[in-house]
Every structure is written in structure tokens, then in C-alpha cells.
């Protein structure tokens, strides 16, 4: 059977979706492969497929043993024979699977990490000896520390090509940046892996950035707007979510918290309300979300700023996966990224904190914009777009711009005075001509100091967040970002290159301030 017909007929699909016949392909062929495409693009299919077509067991590392019963279901429905191996089964249970995975009678077993390579267990020399076809590896970030979701038992399938040597793999994300692909790939030890990556645009989702001020407020007014929609609202806490959830049961609103706190009862019972549509809204942390099923998620709200840009991503990625326009909104504070960079802090492992306060610092970027936020968010998962996506707030909030030329040029110069060691309060009180105790004496003798005592601290504080998203300047990452020139400075410096500012319309508070050290 081809692959096509295999398509239509167990699945009911007409055609292949992105990349989903090439990968096919390539398992078949017996290589390894590595697939990234956005939540929702059809990942299942690109092993469940060759399942079907292989003689002999596929089995899917999967890390919610929660999910795997209704992968399973919907996989039996289709006529394709699954099972799972986990611990909320009995014994005999266990061996009726065992029974029948003897046999041959099971295509797809799916598998908790921890359950492959748990020590004394005898499963893996028990796989060994069937005939397996492919090994497949869903949420392959989770095996990195790098990712936004690592687990640690995802760490023992680093064993996984020795037991399996001959076996193809097929790892999945819809999550990973640069730096996580590689350490998968590596981690997992693939062979001459086949990379994958779908373009990673939702274009149907809408990104909006707002201060973080009364923000209930906002928040209330955007409800308004999506009165009979589903949403999930992302906070930081457990304690908040159950705080606005009741706020929001007082209001009116079918709402309710999920949190990794609760028992999982009652975590049960929200999600199953949720998806069944008699709660619109969930109010949750990073726990909830991870294959939620749910296809009329209307919007997404971060009532608080996200860790990193790979979390965000895939919790705005949870609302429209029906294709139908949605909206993603997020509530950014300075005070939130001041907190967020404690929390970075990895006891006694400096290289990790350094990736964790790159990550913030790229995710606080991304909410201090003036270019657009699409574009920011595929560049950032090195997935070029064009400049402007014509949907998200900065590309719809008419700009009006002046040659900035002069304040670019006096921004850059007192940047190189400084020699790139200080961060943008420093620079500013240079621009500013400031005459404090933090003001080195020999800085006061620049010809940059005092040049632009003209210009508010306020409007120095945008200019500089704006140079900065254009690219004329850069920060270093850390705990004390300073400023720093880009291979764009010189041109500007030497007066060939013009600068566009966007003249100061609405100076919002938080949105304009930078996190304090
Ligand atoms: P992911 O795991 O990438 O989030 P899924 O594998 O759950 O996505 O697929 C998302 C939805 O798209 C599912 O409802 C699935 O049945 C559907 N789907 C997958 N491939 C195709 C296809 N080729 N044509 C139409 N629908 C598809
Ligand atoms: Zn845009």
C-alpha cells in the first residue's frame, strides 16, 4: 500500500500536510529523523503511518501517561491495533498487552520514558526480542535543558540507540530553538538525522502586547469582546490563578484554575469541562495545555510574562488550531521581567542560568517591540518573514515616524565612548548630561555628554528599545545587560545610513520601562 492510500484509508484524509510525506518516506527507508512543526500540524501521522505500513511494532515514547489512553482510543477507532504500558493498570491487564504484543497483534505500544529503560525492568529485553519497526519520540524537548519543558526521565533514552541499534527514530517537537535541536539530536545519538522543520507561522493568531497595569481591567474589557469564546489565561503562580479564577466565577464567567497543585481529580474534571465547552475559561500555569485536544480555543491571555520565547509560543499556539483567527495577548511588566531574572538563577551551574537570562532577555525584547512581533517570534525559531505581518499590534497601531538620524547617531556614539560597558540608564544620564555620583569624571568630558539633554529620560528609554529592535543596537545577555553596537552601528555612525523613529504617540508607563538592576 502507498503511503497516499494508507492516508486515506485509515486515516480519511485526502492529502498530506507539510511535510508529512517526506518523513514518512524517509522511516521507510530506514533513516532517523528529526521533525518540528507547529502544535497541531500533524505530527501523529508522521509515525503512526509508517506504523501502519511496517511489519512489526512501533513504539512511541509519549511523557503524559494522561494522553496516551486517548491517542490509543482514537487510533482502535481507525481500525489500526495500539496499546499502552503504564502504571495505572493492573497486572493482568499489563500481561493481556504482553500477550498480544507476543504475537504480533499490536501495531503502535505506547510508552512513558521512564517505563523503557527503568532499571530491573525486563520490558526492554522483552522489546528487543519482537520485531520492531520504528521507535518514535514525541515531545523531544523534553529530553533537553534547553527546552522550556525538560524531564529528566527523557534522559535515559540517550540508551536508546544501543538497544535499538538498527532501529530508525523519529523525534518530534513543536518546540525547540537552535540550541535544543542540536542537544536533542545529540542527547538521543540519532544517526545522519533527516531534519524537518514546517514553517512555524500561525497565521491565524494575532499577537497583542499590553502594559501590565490594570491589567483586570484590560483584561475585562477584552472578555468583552469574546463573550461566548474559549480562552485559557497563562499566570505565573498557582496562587493566581485561583485568586482570578474566583474573580472571574464572581464576574460571571464559566472559569476555573488548573494548576499542577490540584489533585488530579479535579485537574480531570476542568479539562474535560473545558474541552466539553461548559468552562470557557481556564486559568492556568505552564502545566496545563500539553496536547489538550481542544480545536476553538478563541484566544490566549499571559497574564504574566512568560520564562522564554519556546514556552510562549506554544502556549499562544493552543488557541486557533482550527484555523479559525484568534488572539494571543500578553500583559508585560518590567517588574515581571526583575522577578522572572531571580527565578533564572540555577544554583552552582553559571552556564545554565547564562542560557535562562538569554532566554528572558529575548522574550523581554519581544515584548518591548516597535518592528513586528510575528516576524520577531518566526526569526527567532531562525524562520525567515518578510517585515511586517499586517496582524499583530505593532504592524496595526499606525506609526508615525521622523528622521531619527541625529538621535540614532548620538545614542551610538555615546555607546562607543562608554566603550560598550554600560547598560541604557547609564548611557541615558550620559546623553542627558547627569552630573551623579554614578557619573565616571572622565565620561563628563565626552563630547556625547550632555548632547541630548533635549530629550526626556522617557523618550531616550524608547529611542534606545527601538534602535535596538531595529538593529542598530544590541544588549548583552545576563543579569546587567549593557549596551552594545551591531555590524548596522557603523553605517549609521558614518552618516550613510538614515534612521526612521517613531515619533512618540502614547508613552504608556510600563511599556517603556526597562527592567531596573
Ligand atoms: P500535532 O501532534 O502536531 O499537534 P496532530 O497530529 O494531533 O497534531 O494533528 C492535528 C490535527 O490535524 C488532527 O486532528 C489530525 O487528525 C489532523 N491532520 C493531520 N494530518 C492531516 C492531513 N494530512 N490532512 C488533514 N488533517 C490532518
Ligand atoms: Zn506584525
Known sequence: MTPLKALQQYFGYDQFRHQQEAIIRRLLDGGDAMVLMPTGGGKSICYQLPAVLMDGLTIVISPLIALMKDQVDALNVNGIPAAYLNSTQSNGEQTDIVNRLKVGQIKLLYLAPERLFKTGNRLTEFLQSLKVSLIAIDEAHCISHWGHDFRPEYLMLAGLKDA??????????????????????????????????????????SYTVAPKKNSYDKLMTF????????GIIYCLSRQSTETLAEQ??????????????????????????????????VVATIAFGM??????????????????????????GRAGRDGLPS??????????????????????????????????????????????????????????????????????????????????????????????????????????????????????????YGAGADISKADWQRYLRELISLGFLKTSDGMYPVLMLTEKSEAVLKGWQKVELTLSAVTEEAQHETPQH
Open 327 to 448: 488572539e494571543a495577548l500578553l500583559f508585560f511588566s518590567a517588574g515581571d521581567a526583575n522577578k522572572l531574572q531571580r527565578f533564572a538563577q540555577v544554583e552552582d551551574n553559571p552556564e545554565q542560568t547564562a542560557i535562562m537570562l538569554k532566554k528572558l532577555n529575548d522574550m523581554v525584547r519581544y515584548c518591548q517591540l516597535t518592528t513586528c512581533r510575528r516576524q520577531y517570534l518566526l526569526n527567532y525559531f531562525n524562520e525567515p518573514f518578510p517585515d511586517r505581518c499586517g496582524s499583530c499590534d505593532v504592524c496595526l497601531t499606525e506609526r508615525e515616524t521622523f528622521d531619527g538620524t541625529l538621535i540614532a547617531q548620538k545614542a551610538l556614539s555615546a555607546v562607543t565612548r562608554v566603550k560598550e560597558r554600560f547598560g541604557a540608564g547609564y548611557v541615558i544620564d550620559l546623553l542627558r548630561g547627569a552630573n551623579n555620583a554614578k557619573m565616571f569624571e572622565e565620561h563628563k568630558q565626552l563630547k556625547t
Open 248 to 281: 472571574l466565577k464572581a464576574e460571571g464567567f464559566l472559569a476555573e484554575a488548573y494548576h499542577a497543585g490540584l489533585s488530579n481529580e479535579i485537574k480531570a474534571k476542568n479539562q474535560e469541562a473545558f474541552v466539553r465547552d461548559e468552562v470557557k475559561i
Open 291 to 316: 496536547g489538550i485536544n481542544k480545536s476553538n480555543v478563541r484566544w490566549v491571555v499571559h497574564y504574566d510574562l512568560p520564562k522564554n520565547i519556546e514556552g510562549y509560543y506554544q502556549e499562544t
Open 223 to 230: 472578555l468583552d469582546s469574546h463573550k461566548d469564546d474559549s
Open 164 to 205: 535499538f541499534p538498527k532501529i530508525p527514530v523519529i523525534a518530534l517537537t513543536a518546540t525547540a530553538d537552535q540550541l535544543t535541536r542540536k542537544d536533542i539530536l545529540e542527547k538521543l545519538a540519532l544517526h545522519e538525522p533527516a531534519e524537518f522543520v514546517s514553517s512555524f507561522n500561525r497565521a491565524n493568531i
